[in-house]
């Protein structure tokens, strides 16, 4: 039986801390208003102020990781405190509560995507036609013809008049031919498989499918300005796509197959059902967005290493570490699965910037490269590395 233990706070008094661990549980304000502030703030920011049913803390909760904002009470506050082992069984009572913080999750990833291409390459790419054909010009031009062949198809399909509309047909009739590309059409597949280097969608396409890898990985990125800034790269049993699904708005980012990949599509109709049916995979879903919100968040804070871009690149491959839990022994090597061009992309650097830094990258005495993959030799020196260059960016601040 779901019990759950309400939870005072004193005008004044801090609800969560930024930066503190281990946090097992979350608050849902009752009564009074909570002012949150991060530490990474951008300039002209203000502090967000919380109030009955807002909720506090559930990104560090539900990822295990870190708290990545401070949350002070404003007024004497009451709160309902949620362990995360009480979250599924909450759902099962009152999945309006899960429902709204996916929603609100989702709307805060789509901000800060971009807020960090904002940051990271002073751009931001605008939901129209002329960006997916931006992305297919970009990935034709990579040597991407699988890749560029489906965009080049959705440009059409969403603007068969537009000013690009010549050049994407004659691009398209000569790359089809030899595409790998599939699934040009959504289709009622439950399942559908995607061979390596294909696109699964493209961002500013529409479309309301939901999918979960059964197995391969998948690369999520966005194009501005010719420059490709990786997001994320999945594996089997995450979640994505799910931000065009609930706010009905294009696709915020593209899919890539960084691997042959099997998908399971999910549906309005079947996401309804689950939340109705399946508190697991809604709970599966909220610590999803939990995770990918705590890594955008330790992206922002990336992004403003600009200055340094092999510091950047340090802090950044620190945080594909973080998202492992450091599941490995400390003293001994560990071989990613990143190439340093994989990681230099995903500081969004243009590659005149990646050719001047590369090579001191490589040469950085805590990694090596082995068959084109970071190995990282000392891990706990380099988190303390990557520490040091967050604390000089926090102070500089």
């Given at each position: 039986m779901l019990q759950l233990s309400f939870v005072s706070f004193k005008k004044g008094s801090f609800v969560i801390v930024e930066g503190k661990a281990n946090a097992d549980r979350f608050y849902i304000i009752q009564n009074g208003r909570v002012m949150v502030s991060r530490s990474n703030e951008l300039p002209g920011s203000t502090p967000e102020v919380l109030g009955p049913g807002d909720f506090v803390g559930v990104v560090s909760c539900m990822s295990g990781n870190s708290q990545i904002e401070s949350a002070v009470a404003m007024t004497d506050v009451v709160c309902i405190a949620v362990r995360r082992d009480q979250y599924s069984e909450l759902i099962n009572k009152n999945s309006a509560v899960a429902m709204k913080i996916i929603r609100?999750?989702?709307?805060?990833?789509?901000?800060?995507?971009?807020?960090?291409?904002?940051?990271?390459?002073?751009?931001s790419a605008v939901d129209t036609p002329e960006q997916i054909y931006q992305v297919a010009k970009y990935?034709?031009?990579?040597?991407?013809?699988?890749?560029?062949?489906?965009?080049?198809?959705?440009?059409?399909?969403?603007?068969?008049?537009?000013?690009?509309?010549?050049?994407a047909t004659v691009r398209l009739a000569k790359l089809k031919p030899n595409s790998e590309a599939v699934y040009f059409e959504p289709t009622s597949d439950l399942m559908r498989k995607y061979p390596m280097n294909t696109m699964i969608f493209s961002e500013s396409q529409t479309g309301a499918d939901m999918f979960i890898i059964q197995s391969g990985s998948v690369k999520i990125s966005k194009v501005v300005d010719g420059t490709e800034v990786i997001l994320a790269i999945l594996k089997k049993g995450d979640m994505f796509g799910e931000m065009a699904l609930l706010e009905n708005k294009p696709r915020s980012a593209s899919a890539i197959a960084a691997s042959d990949c099997q998908l399971m599509t999910v549906n309005k109709q079947n996401f309804n059902n689950m939340v109705a049916t399946q508190p697991q995979l809604i709970a599966r879903l909220t610590t999803t967005f939990s995770e990918r919100l705590w890594s955008l968040n330790r992206q922002l804070t990336n992004s403003l290493l600009h200055a340094d871009p092999v510091a950047q690149m340090i802090d950044m491959l620190v945080l594909q570490l973080e998202k492992t839990n450091f599941d490995f022994d400390a003293r001994a090597s560990y071989e990613t699965q990143f190439s340093p061009n994989d990681i230099a992309t995903m500081c969004g650097l243009s590659k005149q910037e990646q050719a001047k830094c590369l090579y001191k990258f490589m040469t950085f005495p805590l990694i090596s490269v082995q068959k084109n993959k970071i190995v990282v030799k000392q891990r706990d020196e380099l988190l303390k590395q990557s520490l040091f260059y967050r604390k000089k960016i926090s102070k500089g601040m």
């Open positions: 609100t999750f989702a709307n805060r990833m789509r901000t800060l995507n971009e807020t960090l291409m904002q940051q990271t390459l002073n751009n990935y034709d031009e990579d040597g991407s013809d699988s890749i560029a062949c489906f965009a080049y198809y959705q440009y059409l399909k969403a603007d068969r008049n537009g000013q690009f509309a010549k050049d």
